[in-house]
């Protein structure tokens, strides 16, 4: 229904369909297989859906507002392994976070993945890091400045640092990081000084086990291990 109906209402009868479809996602909670998916990647590739995964708890207020304003499908993403572990005060007020502008570095990023980096980061300072946000509408400009046209100054993320290396938690085959690792090289390759490095969870099943689902899903050790690999290429 979601990608067949609601993602082609506009395109078919030219009609809005303003719906939000909020549900869980995400491991390291030892849920299993039917309960850690990251499924955002199988929705992102219908044209017409919006996808929102938020950072932060200021992040899932801006983004729930806006999804509900938004006059297309925003399928909401809410990652389990946050639910009852942070605590942050909301900003008052009309506070709405756009759909589809990425998070600048250094803004507290608590993201479960986000998280996984601070503690990275704990072990060794990274030159710089960008949260999207957004599965679906992906700006690449968040990354890069396209030499098609000029982007803030802030946004140009490939140019300032010539390595990339990706963290998502969803299995690598056919997960996002493959999509802007084929964008990135696409427009930015002169800019790099090493291959685009991803790290991301195993192609299998989660296992329930605690100490296999280690295994599976991106660590601490892995990112540390990826970046020294791209700084010492």
């Given at each position: 229904m979601l990608t067949n109906y609601v993602a082609t209402a506009r395109y078919r009868a030219f009609l809005p369909c303003p719906m939000v479809v909020r549900g869980p996602s995400g491991g390291y909670v030892r849920g299993g297989p039917f309960h850690s998916q990251n499924p955002e990647a199988a929705f992102v590739h219908a044209p017409g859906l919006k996808v929102v995964c938020p950072a932060t708890a200021e992040d899932a207020k801006g983004l729930i507002k806006a999804a509900i304003r938004d006059d297309d499908c925003v399928l909401f993403f809410e990652h389990k392994y946050l639910y009852r572990r942070i605590k942050a005060g909301m900003p008052n007020g009309g506070?709405?976070?756009?759909?589809?502008?990425?998070?600048?570095?250094?803004?507290?990023?608590?993201?479960?993945?986000?998280?996984?980096?601070?503690?990275?980061?704990?072990?060794?300072?990274?030159?710089?890091?960008?949260?999207?946000?957004?599965?679906?509408?992906?700006?690449?400009?968040?990354?890069?400045?396209?030499?098609?046209?000029?982007?803030?100054?802030?946004?140009?993320?490939?140019?300032?640092?010539?390595?990339?290396?990706?963290?998502?938690?969803?299995?690598?085959?056919?997960?996002?990081?493959?999509?802007?690792?084929?964008?990135?090289?696409?427009?930015?390759?002169?800019?790099?000084?090493?291959?685009?490095?991803?790290?991301?969870?195993?192609?299998?099943?989660?296992?329930?086990?605690?100490?296999?689902?280690?295994?599976?899903?991106?660590?601490?050790?892995?990112i540390v291990r990826g970046a020294r690999w791209v700084l010492n290429y």
């Open positions: 506070h709405v976070v756009p759909i589809g502008k990425a998070r600048p570095p250094g803004k507290g990023r608590t993201s479960r993945s986000s998280r996984t980096r601070r503690r990275f980061g704990k072990r060794w300072r990274p030159p710089s890091s960008s949260n999207a946000r957004m599965a679906s509408p992906w700006r690449s400009s968040t990354f890069a400045r396209w030499r098609r046209w000029t982007t803030p100054r802030s946004t140009r993320r490939v140019e300032k640092t010539n390595c990339v290396l990706i963290v998502h938690e969803d299995t690598r085959t056919g997960g996002l990081a493959g999509e802007i690792t084929a964008r990135l090289n696409e427009r930015c390759f002169s800019w790099l000084d090493a291959p685009v490095m991803r790290i991301t969870a195993h192609d299998v099943a989660l296992p329930y086990a605690p100490s296999l689902e280690d295994l599976v899903l991106p660590q601490t050790s892995d």
